[in-house]
């Protein structure tokens, strides 16, 4: 299976990419942020194994860029984002290089190698012992098999300090190949068997062996696939599916990993971030080839964000009843999932505070909602009884 990028791949930007970059733009700097300061030294350990060229010939930024610029910001406030980046292809590689030179240049500590992925990554975990570690691993075809990331996430960093963070491209496209290979008699045993091995076992198989709904087998696969990550490592685990289109099936997930409640609550908002980005985005490339037409796919399928919202409010002020109904003062951040229920990804951090007042404004709570707290940091008090 290939694992390198088509031909014209690096001349810009594809619709999935703008959601991955964009969760990487609004993901990176607080990941930083929060857990730069769980240890002295003041550093994190960034890896981002499948890096690519690190920028697209249109001159707009791949994830290495991203990276590096995350990393120059903080090195003006104290902070060192330890970068390190991986690239196989020889060509690639070279421009990866070129890129990371300028920022080199002023100080940012950026490293790349030339090989792959599993070859440093050992190497790498060793030298973010101590300190936080953020895993964003990015191939094209099939990831790193499952038990290496078990052993990384769960035997070598088993503790909630100093974090450790993994953003991973799921395939959908080789599950889905993969998947057509179960019942057919040519299907490739060696293409199967490194399947097996990023699933943790030939599980996987019995989705896809009766022939029929095959999208649907394809994404229970990425479902416990994730289930099992969560289980083996006692992370909070969620996957994202990225599209090329409203209402096509995603061509990858995102599977994010996380042990701090901070990272899945900033991790929920910046899903919603960027899906805003990839609509606009989309928006803006149909109106560039479609001149003329009289509206785009983008602004007829688009959710409507407000009406999104208008119904998030009421249903999150529900979920936060029912959180207390224990009885007991509800912190926001350690009850995201509970709290955002579907609307997790959906909607950002703001409409957790609207879900508050509009509680208090049902008489459901004495928490107002207002003041300077960061949203997340609020603490909700249950009804006075009597
Ligand atoms: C999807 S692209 C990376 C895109 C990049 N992360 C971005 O978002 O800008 C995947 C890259 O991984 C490289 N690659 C494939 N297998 C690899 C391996 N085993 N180790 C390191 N790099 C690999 C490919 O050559 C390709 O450039």
Same mark, same amino acid.
């Given at each position: 299976?290939?694992?390198?990028?088509?031909?014209?791949?690096?001349?810009?930007k594809a619709l999935p990419s703008v959601f991955k970059h964009e969760l990487l733009r609004h993901y990176i700097p607080p990941f930083g942020g929060m857990t730069g300061k769980q240890t002295q030294e003041r550093r994190v350990v960034y890896l981002d194994g499948y890096a690519g060229e690190g920028r697209y010939e249109s001159?707009?930024?791949?994830?290495?860029?991203?990276?590096?610029?995350?990393?120059?910001?903080? #090195?003006?406030?104290?902070?060192?984002?330890?970068?390190?980046?991986?690239?196989?292809?020889? %060509?690639?590689?070279? #421009?990866? %290089?070129?890129?990371?030179?300028?920022?080199?240049? #002023?100080?940012?500590?950026?490293?790349?190698?030339?090989?792959?992925?599993?070859?440093?990554?050992?190497?790498?975990?060793?030298?973010?012992?101590?300190?936080?570690?953020?895993?964003?691993?990015?191939?094209?075809?099939?990831?790193?098999?499952?038990?290496?990331? @078990?052993? @990384?996430?769960?035997?070598?960093?088993?503790?909630?300090?100093?974090?450790?963070?993994l953003l991973m491209n799921f395939s959908m496209m080789a599950v889905r190949r993969l998947g057509g290979h179960v019942r057919s008699p040519k299907g490739n045993e060696k293409s199967l068997e490194r399947f097996d091995a990023v699933c943790g076992g030939p599980w996987w198989r019995e989705y896809f062996a009766d022939g029929?709904?095959?999208?649907?087998?394809?994404?229970?696969?990425?479902?416990?696939?994730?289930?099992?990550?969560?289980?083996?490592?006692?992370?909070?685990?969620?996957?994202?599916?990225?599209?090329?289109?409203?209402?096509?099936?995603?061509?990858?997930?995102?599977? =994010?990993?996380?042990?701090?409640?901070?990272?899945?609550?900033?991790?929920?908002?910046? @899903?919603?971030?960027?899906?805003?980005?990839?609509?606009?985005?989309?928006?803006?490339?149909?109106?560039?080839?479609?001149?003329?037409?009289? =509206?785009?796919?983008?602004?007829?399928?688009?959710?409507?964000?407000?009406?999104?919202?208008?119904?998030?409010?009421?249903?999150?002020?529900?979920?936060?009843?029912?959180?207390?109904?224990?009885?007991?003062?509800?912190?926001?951040?350690?009850?995201?999932?509970?709290?955002?229920?579907?609307?997790?990804?959906?909607?950002?951090?703001?409409?957790?505070?609207?879900?508050?007042?509009?509680?208090?404004?049902?008489?459901?709570?004495?928490?107002?909602?207002?003041?300077?707290?960061?949203? #997340?940091?609020?603490?909700?008090?249950?009804?006075?009884?009597?």
């Amino acid at each position: 299976m290939s694992s390198g990028t088509g031909g014209n791949y690096w001349q810009g930007k594809a619709l999935p990419s703008v959601f991955k970059h964009e969760l990487l733009r609004h993901y990176i700097p607080p990941f930083g942020g929060m857990t730069g300061k769980q240890t002295q030294e003041r550093r994190v350990v960034y890896l981002d194994g499948y890096a690519g060229e690190g920028r697209y010939e249109s001159g707009e930024p791949g994830s290495a860029e991203i990276a590096v610029r995350v990393a120059s910001y903080y #090195r003006s406030r104290g902070l060192n984002l330890s970068c390190f980046f991986v690239e196989q292809q020889p %060509q690639s590689f070279e #421009r990866l %290089q070129q890129v990371l030179r300028g920022y080199q240049a #002023r100080g940012v500590d950026a490293r790349a190698h030339h090989g792959e992925v599993d070859e440093v990554l050992d190497d790498v975990v060793q030298r973010a012992a101590g300190v936080p570690l953020f895993l964003f691993l990015d191939p094209c075809g099939l990831c790193l098999p499952r038990s290496r990331l @078990v052993d @990384v996430l769960a035997r070598r960093r088993p503790q909630r300090r100093p974090a450790t963070e993994l953003l991973m491209n799921f395939s959908m496209m080789a599950v889905r190949r993969l998947g057509g290979h179960v019942r057919s008699p040519k299907g490739n045993e060696k293409s199967l068997e490194r399947f097996d091995a990023v699933c943790g076992g030939p599980w996987w198989r019995e989705y896809f062996a009766d022939g029929d709904a095959q999208e649907d087998a394809a994404e229970a696969v990425a479902a416990e696939w994730a289930r099992r990550l969560a289980r083996l490592t006692g992370m909070f685990v969620q996957s994202v599916p990225v599209a090329k289109e409203p209402h096509q099936k995603p061509v990858y997930h995102l599977v =994010f990993a996380t042990r701090s409640p901070y990272g899945l609550w900033v991790f929920g908002d910046a @899903v919603a971030r960027s899906r805003a980005e990839w609509w606009k985005t989309l928006e803006l490339k149909e109106e560039q080839q479609g001149q003329g037409a009289l =509206f785009t796919k983008a602004s007829v399928l688009r959710p409507d964000p407000q009406v999104v919202e208008k119904e998030a409010i009421p249903a999150m002020a529900a979920n936060l009843e029912e959180l207390l109904r224990r009885g007991r003062p509800i912190k926001l951040v350690d009850h995201t999932l509970e709290l955002f229920g579907p609307y997790y990804g959906q909607v950002t951090e703001p409409v957790a505070r609207k879900a508050v007042k509009y509680l208090h404004s049902e008489g459901k709570t004495p928490t107002t909602g207002t003041g300077e707290k960061r949203t #997340r940091e609020l603490v909700v008090l249950p009804p006075a009884r009597g």
